[in-house]
């Protein structure tokens, strides 16, 4: 039987090498997700725009104002942290490309 003492054996998961075709994939998925972001983004800002605010009391206004800002604001954030990471993982993808090429001649 098992020993109900013992830690149960937790599998290491195997180390995945990184390659160019894995960089350049991500950066297409990424790349896609920031584009997505940014289309509601506009289409999120373009609403707001088309639809005055129809108060006359301050307080309504400025939290008005300020709700939408926020809203605009967080999807203009996560469409340009998207776009980053896609830039990046080609910058990586070029670099492990010229190691490779560095490394191919002299072999």
Do not use: W
Not at 23 to 33: N, Q
Not at 53 to 69: E, G, K, P
């Amino acid at each position: 039987m098992t020993d109900p003492n013992s830690l149960p054996q937790t599998e290491t998961p195997a180390e995945v090498q990184t390659s160019p075709v894995r960089c350049v994939s991500g950066a297409i998925v990424s790349g896609g997700l920031g584009y997505a972001i940014y289309s509601v983004m506009i289409a999120i800002a373009t609403n707001f725009a088309s639809k005055p605010i129809h108060s006359d009391n301050q307080l309504v206004l400025r939290l008005t104002s300020a709700v939408r800002t926020l809203v605009v604001g967080l999807f203009a954030l996560g469409s340009g942290i998207f776009g980053l990471v896609a830039v990046g993982l080609l910058a990586l993808a070029l670099q492990l490309l010229l190691q490779k090429f560095k490394k191919s001649p002299e072999s």
